[in-house]
Nanobody
């Protein structure tokens, strides 16, 4: 079993930055891909970014490409999401997840473990 805890969310003005962290415990996650998803009020959960087991391969949703950067530190069992040039439409609860295999996808059904989420609010 894997427990995931997100942190780093908060309120920021448009154009600002935040760095989310996702700390895993219970077992090592170094051989599994991880990902970030988000859910805005009244909307379905959507893919944000994924990173493979080694950190050597990443993928982003078009809406965040060039602004967000995903990374991981397997020695610390932790994943990060650096979010720059934030926009009001980035407002959502952000969830981290551990995939079922070494490479990730943009489908939430491919992820086995989920955190509780951290709120990101971007004011205009």
């Amino acid at each position: 079993q894997v427990q995931l805890v997100e942190s780093g969310g908060g309120l920021v003005q448009a154009g600002g930055s935040l760095r989310l962290s996702c700390a895993a415990s219970g077992r090592t996650i170094s051989t599994y891909a991880m990902g970030w998803f988000r859910q805005a009020p009244g909307k379905e959960r959507e893919f944000v970014s994924t990173i493979n087991w080694s950190g050597g391969s990443t993928s982003y949703a078009e809406s965040v490409k060039g602004r967000f950067t995903i990374s991981r530190d397997n020695a610390k069992n932790t994943m990060y999401l650096q979010m720059n040039t934030l926009k009001p439409e980035d407002t959502a609860v952000y969830y981290c997840a551990v995939a079922r295999r070494y490479s990730g996808t943009n489908s939430d059904t491919d992820y086995a473990y989920w955190g509780q989420g951290t709120q990101v609010t971007v004011s205009s």
